[in-house]
């Protein structure tokens, strides 16, 4: 059923949807690259600091804790069989995602786009691949039996849909420069 998958999805993702949206709330402070450049352009800009990681992170390894205690609930009322998260999991999803967005912030910048600059389809795919990757390799048998082939379809075309509409909302409160 495509609304099962559709839950499931969203569900397995939130830990990595989180951290970002965490980080844009959390951020301020000193940047991760301490202000160094390469080639004369900012490793990773101001963009990227160790406040909004290390929030972003603990958020998505909250939320998945949250989920682990909301799960037998949650299937029982909808039926929907939903996954657990094992604690590595939480980890590498909410760190990935972070991960992810930190290592297109570096190609950015390595292409002369200054912070807040958009790169379309890497902004709004570069944390899901990261810290589904990450996953993967780190709790291989739990993301294959999570991320079945269908789901993860259903990740790749829901992200950029929900990555755009919460951007706009930060957008209109001022919290991001860019809509996307
Ligand atoms: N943020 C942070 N630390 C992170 C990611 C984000 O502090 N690891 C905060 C920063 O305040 C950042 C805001 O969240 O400005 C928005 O995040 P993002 O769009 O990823 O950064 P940009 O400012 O657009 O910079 P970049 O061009 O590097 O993406
Ligand atoms: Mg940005």
Request: hydrophobic share 55%.
């Amino acid at each position: 059923m495509v609304v099962e998958t559709v839950v499931i999805a969203v569900w397995a993702m939130l830990p990595a949807y989180i951290p970002n949206n965490v980080a844009v709330l959390a951020g301020g402070g000193r940047p991760i690259d301490g202000g160094r450049t390469w080639d004369g352009k900012r490793v990773l800009g101001d963009g990227k600091t160790w406040h909004g990681t290390t929030f972003g992170t603990a958020a998505g390894i909250a939320v998945a804790l949250v989920l682990d205690r909301s799960q037998p609930v949650f299937e029982s009322a909808t039926g929907v069989g939903v996954p657990e998260f094992p604690l590595v999991v939480a980890v590498t999803l909410a760190f990935g995602a972070m991960f992810g967005d930190i290592l297109a912030s570096f190609l950015k910048r390595r292409t002369g786009r200054e912070r807040g600059a958009s790169l379309p389809g890497i902004d709004q795919l570069d944390f899901v691949v990261i810290a589904l990757v990450l996953t993967a390799l780190v709790a291989s048998e739990w993301f294959f039996a999570t991320f079945t082939v269908p789901v993860i379809i259903a990740v790749l075309v829901l992200t950029p849909v929900l990555h755009v509409g919460t951007n706009m909302i930060a957008y209109a409160l001022g919290l991001k420069d860019e809509p996307w």
